[in-house]
Structures are given as structure tokens and as C-alpha cells.
């Protein structure tokens, strides 16, 4: 009959960083338990989150004035693969280029490739939609299925295509919509990008992206990848 071995006392740690080579620490238990009283370990956990989130963020060229790290760590995630690995870089911000949905049409006129929205209201959510076409007028619904909107409170969501229906983006001069069918559109802007609303719809079985269906719209920000 074979003895059975005794657990080792120790604990192995693995450690890596963007400053050096990853490698493995074996401490004992008693130190483990010291580190831990000392709040050693809580710091290293920090300081590799930190670099995980570092090391997985997309290229932004610009500073956006909505997404924070984590915003940005969770859409890069989300994002289709053809776009994932390329730089982001803002194309329209209200900050810089004025509150006017003509003037978002302009700036994304010369663009064939998708774009991300982002839409801060005066309740200080944050959400929006990524779109496979960038936004101008027609006269039709277009885009494809890969479309999706987002929220982040109080957790990231993304609302996927449902296959319920093809209503995907639809701008006028009037107004910016995405999704359709059931009780109103996914996300609607108006053509000052000052009021906002928020539907379910059947494109996306989404939830209300805003606190409430009628929001007043704070900031927007559109980024394309290339």
C-alpha cells in the first residue's frame, strides 16, 4: 500500500508584469499569511488588474471625455473581430465640433467603415451603439447584424441583433435611429442632438437604454476604427 504524501506547505504565485519577464514565486504558508495581513496581496492583485486592463486596451489616437478604461476594456471586448486590433479615432465629438447632427454627417461623409457612438445624458449614463455603416441620411433602413447597442448601467450590456427584423440604422436630417418595431426605436437622436429617446425594440429586444425613455443628451462622441 502506497503512503500517501503529505500536502505541501506552500503557495506558488505567478507574477507577471509589463516591466519584466513573467516568473514563479514559491513562498510557505506563514508568509502567505503575513503578506496577506499586511495587505500585500490586495496590492498585487490591483497592480495586475490594473496591467491586464492596460494590456487588452484598444489604441484610442484621441482622449475621449465619456469612456473611461473600463467602458473602453468591456466595447473592445465586444466588438467584431474585423475591427479588434485596430486603432480607434474620434471623428465627431459635440465638445469640439458643436451639437448638430449635420454636422456628425459631415465629418463621417468620407468614411467606409464601421463606427461606435457613444451617448452620455444628463443623468450622467452612459451608452450608445455600434454600427456596421457609418450614419447618413437615406431614405431606408441599412447596416447588418452585427449591429448592437450598449448600456453600462449599473453593468455592461450589449444588445445583440434578435433576427426579428432588419431595422438597423436610419438617419434623416431630422433625426438618427437605430433599431425598430415594437414599442419605438432602439436609440433615437434628434437633429440638435439634444433630445433623446430609448425604446425596447424588436431589432434588438434590447432593455431602455437611458434612465427613462425621453432623455436630455449631455455628450456624444463617434470613433471609427482604421
Request: glycine share 8%.
Amino acid at each position: 500500500m502506497k503512503n500517501k504524501q503529505k500536502p505541501m506547505n506552500v503557495k506558488i504565485l505567478y507574477i507577471a508584469s509589463g516591466a519584466q519577464e513573467p516568473y514563479v514565486q514559491i513562498i510557505n504558508v506563514n508568509e502567505a499569511n503575513r503578506r496577506k495581513s499586511t495587505g500585500s496581496y490586495e496590492d498585487d492583485d490591483e497592480e495586475e488588474e490594473e496591467a491586464a486592463i492596460e494590456e487588452f486596451l484598444p489604441d484610442l489616437k484621441e482622449k475621449s471625455l465619456l469612456l473611461e478604461d473600463m467602458h473602453i476594456k468591456k466595447l473592445g471586448q465586444r466588438l467584431p473581430a474585423r475591427v479588434q486590433g485596430y486603432p480607434w479615432h474620434l471623428v465627431y465629438s459635440m465638445q469640439a465640433h458643436g451639437a448638430s447632427l449635420k454636422t456628425l454627417y459631415r465629418n463621417l461623409g468620407s468614411l467606409d467603415s464601421p463606427v461606435l457612438l457613444v451617448v452620455k445624458d444628463m443623468d450622467n449614463q452612459v451608452f450608445g451603439a455600434y454600427a456596421t455603416h457609418p450614419f447618413r441620411v437615406s431614405d431606408h433602413y441599412y447596416g447588418t447584424g452585427e449591429t448592437f447597442l450598449f448600456a453600462f448601467s449599473p453593468d455592461f450590456k450589449a444588445f445583440k441583433w434578435s433576427g426579428g427584423n432588419s431595422y438597423f440604422i436610419n438617419g434623416d436630417t431630422a433625426s438618427l435611429a437605430l433599431g425598430g418595431g415594437g414599442s419605438g426605436f432602439g436609440l433615437w437622436l434628434d437633429s440638435d442632438l439634444y433630445h433623446g429617446r430609448s425604446n425596447s425594440c424588436g431589432t434588438f429586444n434590447n432593455d431602455i437604454l437611458s434612465k427613462k425613455e425621453d432623455f436630455v443628451v449631455q455628450d456624444v462622441e463617434v470613433w471609427t476604427f482604421k
